[in-house]
């Protein structure tokens, strides 16, 4: 069986071809969350049990939470124009303009000020993200479930109306709450903007363009999005909201503290690709990682697994004399690294603007593929000549030995001069 022609891929189909359900892909990514998110190497698997003092906490915190915006919502709201934002990298800070606020939406408040507060439409939010994750499929796809939506739909179209909202920033268009949110905006008219939040693992026409615009950070980011079938006129190139070019003039490129960073697979399936996830491959990369760096005199390194991901369960199948887990700030990690090694990851860019670094290993596995199913894509596929790039051990071996470095031109193409808020105001109709 190929790799590339994973059976799960009818696990969601059949649904959605068989009812022709019109909230099927609205509800995509979080059944297959439901199917992949799974297992102790996930720090916070969907299928985690809870101890009874945890989920006591738990539930006592969601009550203090619902006692919160309860209150809020009797706070009086500003008549000017609001943007509904979930995006990273502190967006709303970047956008300094008196015609407008920002607010979260009802199923992701929190302590900010400028939030527009309904605690009915956060119940039902609320009910709605709990029924999705407990339900079975066939509940979810029936005509009690659709009704429940269509009521949700509707309230969150007054919502928008009743509060003036003028646009819809985003950090992806995967999710239930962002596909119904761009949705719904489209028939009021409200643009939606998705802002990139990391450098992109894949390229394809489904994922990141369901929005009106794709905010990304630099040029060489549109053309691969181009490449692979978005339109060039929907892509604004906007910059880094966090940080920008790096004035170093030299990378740090030695061997006495190395940063490694894990091959983490995702909880979800892509749209147009689907492909096995077998966690065993998380320990096959750190054990040949490690193989490869003792057989040219490395003694120990620095391991930092990605946020979602589990340290325990990577502890119990490591080397923890040769692995010493990294767990301080990810700033902190990397201005003390002298070499980091890993594999498709934004932590690329990261490294090279902390002056850096940053080798890349993608071991082949089929068709070309890395260890987590995917095809690789620039600039990790070895397709740039300013990227070390390693697809197997003698070619890793080649690049340490011979000291091959980043060329920090490639962030000229990745990453633009500073961030550039104008063109998306720009389209933004009423401001």
């Keep these: 069986m190929s790799i590339n022609n994973h059976p799960s891929e009818s696990l969601f189909t059949q649904y959605s071809r068989n009812l022709a359900h019109k909230y099927a892909d609205l509800l995509k990514y979080e059944l297959d969350q439901r199917c992949y998110y799974y297992g102790d190497h ?18 006592v915190l969601e009550k203090l939470i619902d006692a919160f915006v309860l209150f809020k919502s009797f706070s009086k709201t500003s008549q000017s124009a609001k943007i509904l934002s979930t995006a990273y990298h502190n967006i709303p800070e970047k956008f300094k303009n008196e015609q407008f606020s920002f607010s979260r939406p009802p199923w992701n408040y929190n302590k900010q000020p400028s939030n527009v507060f309904d605690f ?69 008219g409200i643009p939606s903007f998705l802002f990139i939040h990391g ?108 946020p979602s991901e589990n340290i325990e369960w990577y502890k119990k199948w490591i080397d923890n004399r040769f692995y010493r887990m990294d767990v301080g700030p990810l700033s902190t990690a990397l201005d003390r690294s002298s070499l980091v090694i890993g594999s498709t990851s934004t ?8 002056g850096v670094n940053y080798v890349v ?24 000549h300013r990227v070390p790039v390693a697809n197997s051990a003698e070619g890793l071996v080649d690049v340490l030995s011979s000291k091959k470095c980043a060329d920090l031109s490639i962030l000229e193409d990745y990453i633009s001069e500073e961030f550039d808020t104008s063109q998306i105001l720009d389209k933004i109709p009423s401001l």
């Design 42 to 59: 996930y720090l916070n698997s969907l299928e985690k049990k809870h101890s009874f003092k945890g989920q006591l906490e738990k539930n």
């Design 120 to 188: 009915a439409l956060y119940q039902k939010a609320k009910h709605l993200t709990k029924q999705i994750g407990s339900r079975s499929f066939e509940e979810l796809f029936s005509e009690e479930f659709s009704h429940l939506m269509d009521g949700f739909s509707k309230q969150l179209e007054g919502y928008l109306v009743k509060n003036h909202f003028v646009a819809n920033f985003l950090p992806a268009d995967v999710g239930f709450f962002e596909k119904l949110s761009i949705q719904v905006g489209k028939q009021l």
């Design 199 to 306: 450098l992109p693992g894949a390229y394809n026409s489904i994922e990141n363009n369901s929005t009106d615009y794709l905010v990304v950070w630099g040029e060489a980011i549109k053309r691969n999005f181009v490449e692979n079938g978005i339109a060039s006129s929907k892509i604004i190139v906007a910059g880094h909201p966090a940080y920008s070019r790096p004035l170093h003039a030299k990378l740090r490129n030695e061997w006495n503290d190395i940063l490694v960073v894990t091959k983490s697979i995702p909880g979800s399936q892509l749209s147009h690709h689907y492909a096995i996830k077998d966690r065993s491959n998380l320990i096959y990369y750190l054990g040949t990682l490690q193989q490869i760096l003792e057989s040219i005199g490395v003694k120990s390194v620095r391991l930092r697994p990605h």
């Design 347 to 354: 932590l690329f860019v990261e490294s090279l603007v902390k």
């Design 361 to 384: 290993f993608e071991p082949y596995f089929f068709n070309e593929t890395g260890l987590d199913g995917n095809i690789l894509v620039p600039p990790f596929d070895g397709s740039d």
